[in-house]
């Protein structure tokens, strides 16, 4: 389990508390909303008292007339009840509809703020659960359960009000059973918290589950593991089933209970005032209205048992969100960051020491020293797990280094805003991350300002240019979800696209021509030596043809340098690199022969 699920017992109804701000936002609507709920209230709490005027007087031959005026006041209190009852729904369902968008923006907000350290223990499909179900599961908190839940309240206390004003004696009766009815109310509340925050976190791990493996079906598919996929899924969806039918039982005994004990109360309050009637101590209609009170108060309590039982589930989603909105990113700006000085493209390692937090006793950079002047191409080569890539995470502060410091154009990138430092770099990862838009928007990411000439410009100097536009729709073709329609060089040519369009100081190109044939690869790194002129450069790569230009080579072991030179002069060396070109070229030279 991640840190963002852990459970905490913030799962009361107390974790719902932080989310009011979201409803005090809109404070007119919330109290448009409660002016129809009060009407409402009021005219329905009127009809006991027209129903005895009716049964009392309407009735009789002397009062013929009045009936119709009686049955008139009725329809008229229908149509308001009718009205405001209509504008209550659609203002707290709007309401719960316009909270529920402003908490979805603000989680969202907050998980692209947090660090890569979190995203290294967290499962995005669980994050996307807690993004759409949780809040969706709020939702009813803000909206229909809060305004059924007030309109109850208010329907409760004023039926049972004028319960005692039309017969105290009776009455009692019925207030004696008020704490036998509430208690299972208030005792089970904690259970269906508990239950249904368990069946919430359930269903987060079948949709980790489902996310994971539908991205990668065609890993899946290839090694025909459809059924033990599916098999695992089914598994994990009978899970949240069970656990979402434990909530369900415990709140259908929960409404069982209230609404037999409170109709069970009224059914008796009846019997005696039945005999009231008969031995002339009150009217019909004023038993009539009693009972019809009776029955609201009833309704109205059993209402609020379903409610209570919603929002102990509202309560749980609220906890898992409050659990998430609490995880503060440590990859921060400073309160008073330090401004970047003009941009030069210089990067230093002063004893730079770094581990990961799943293996802290394992550093993947040890005391690392280095500096790259403006403008110089240097190499990072080494065996995989020699910590390159590393070296590119603390460039662009993903991580904070243990010791040491990084420092970019002289700055420490500690001490400024890390988008400030982040705009002066271009990276162009391995593995490039190819989003659901089309061609145009995967260029110009982070640049939506960007014009279409320049994003075209930015195709034709990355070789990109011709496959674009043999494309459906050209740089309009929709790419689809991780651009799965393209081919890997294809991706990574839009990948470098992306960077030449950035226009940044800095480049960091890790295998960034690994996924091209040949002739596409010679085309890119034309290109790139045009880009990288007057820029400063840090390219990554095995393949030692791709670095033989480079002004300088590090390379790397264990986290160390352990050389440093130009391609001739390491390879007269005699050292790590040397064998590495050895092994590489050599094993080139065999193939042609082959």
């Given at each position: 389990m991640t840190e963002a699920s852990q459970p905490s017992r913030t799962s009361s109804f107390r974790a719902l508390l932080p989310l009011g701000r979201y409803g005090l936002r809109y404070k007119g609507r919330a109290l448009a909303a409660l002016a129809a709920l009060i009407v409402s209230s009021v005219a329905t709490l009127a009809v006991p008292f027209a129903l005895r005027r009716m049964i009392d007087f309407g009735f009789s031959t002397e009062s013929g007339g009045a009936i119709d005026a009686y049955f008139l006041a009725m329809a008229a209190v229908v149509v308001v009840i009718a009205l405001a009852a209509a504008t209550r729904y659609y203002l707290v369902t709007t309401l719960g509809e316009r909270v529920v968008a402003d908490l979805r923006r603000d989680v969202f907000a907050h998980l692209t703020g947090l660090d890569a350290a979190f995203y290294d223990r967290a499962r995005t499909g669980e994050l996307v659960s807690r993004l759409t179900a949780d809040t969706t599961q709020i939702k009813a908190a803000f909206g229909a359960s809060a305004s059924i839940a007030l309109r109850n309240l208010f329907m409760f206390v004023g039926a049972t009000a004028l319960m005692v004003y039309t017969s105290p004696k009776l009455s009692a009766l019925v207030l004696v059973a008020i704490p036998v009815i509430a208690a299972p109310l208030i005792a089970s509340g904690r259970i269906v918290r508990r239950r249904s925050r368990h069946a919430q976190d359930t269903l987060a791990d079948a949709t980790a589950f489902a996310s994971e493996s539908l991205g990668a079906v065609r890993t899946m598919q290839a090694f025909g593991a459809q059924e033990s996929s599916g098999a695992r899924f089914a598994r994990a969806v009978e899970s949240a089933y069970a656990a979402a039918r434990e909530t369900a039982v415990t709140r259908a005994i929960l409404i069982a209970v209230a609404v037999s004990l409170a109709f069970c109360s009224v059914v008796f309050v009846l019997w005696l005032g039945a005999h009231d009637v008969l031995a002339g101590r009150m009217t019909a209609g004023l038993l009539s209205q009693f009972v019809l009170f009776a029955v609201l108060a009833a309704t109205s309590l059993g209402e609020l048992s379903q409610v209570w039982s919603e929002a102990a589930a509202a309560a749980g989603a609220a906890g898992r969100i409050s659990e998430l909105l609490s995880v503060a990113p440590r990859i921060v700006a400073p309160i008073?960051?330090?401004?970047?000085?003009?941009?030069?493209?210089?990067?230093?390692?002063?004893?730079?020491?770094?581990?990961?937090?799943?293996?802290?006793?394992?550093?993947?950079?040890?005391?690392?020293?280095?500096?790259?002047?403006?403008?110089?191409?240097?190499?990072?080569?080494g065996v995989s797990g020699a910590g390159k890539s590393t070296v590119f995470q603390l460039v662009m502060r993903f991580y904070d280094c243990l010791e040491g410091r990084v420092l970019v154009d002289g700055v420490d990138v500690k001490t400024v805003d890390p988008r400030d430092l982040r705009a002066r770099i271009a990276p162009v990862p391995q593995d490039p991350s190819i989003f659901g838009g089309t061609v145009s928007e995967n260029i110009a990411y982070g640049r939506e300002d960007a014009s279409e000439e320049s994003i075209e410009a930015a195709a034709l100097r990355a070789a990109a240019d011709g496959f674009i536009r043999e494309l459906v729709d050209g740089y309009a073709t929709e790419l689809g979800e991780r651009g799965v329609t393209l081919s890997g060089g294809q991706r990574q040519r839009l990948a470098i696209a992306r960077a030449i369009l950035k226009d940044a100081p800095?480049?960091?190109?890790?295998?960034?021509?690994?996924?091209?044939?040949?002739?596409?690869?010679?085309?890119?790194?034309?290109?790139?030596?045009?880009?990288?002129?007057?820029?400063?450069?840090?390219?990554?790569?095995?393949?030692?043809?791709?670095?033989?230009?480079?002004?300088?080579?590090?390379?790397?072991?264990?986290?160390?340098i352990v050389e440093e030179g130009t391609h001739p002069d390491l390879v007269a060396k005699g050292g790590v690199y040397a064998r590495l070109a050895n092994l590489q070229f050599g094993q080139a030279a065999e193939a042609l022969r082959a």
């Open positions: 008073k960051p330090l401004a970047m000085p003009p941009p030069r493209g210089a990067i230093a390692f002063e004893r730079v020491s770094f581990a990961y937090e799943g293996a802290p006793d394992a550093r993947v950079i040890d005391d690392l020293s280095f500096s790259i002047r403006p403008g110089e191409r240097v190499a990072l080569v800095i480049l960091l190109l890790d295998e960034a021509t690994s996924a091209l044939d040949a002739h596409n690869e010679a085309q890119v790194q034309a290109a790139l030596d045009d880009v990288m002129t007057g820029r400063t450069t840090l390219v990554i790569a095995h393949r030692l043809a791709t670095v033989q230009k480079a002004d300088r080579i590090l390379v790397m072991e264990a986290g160390r």
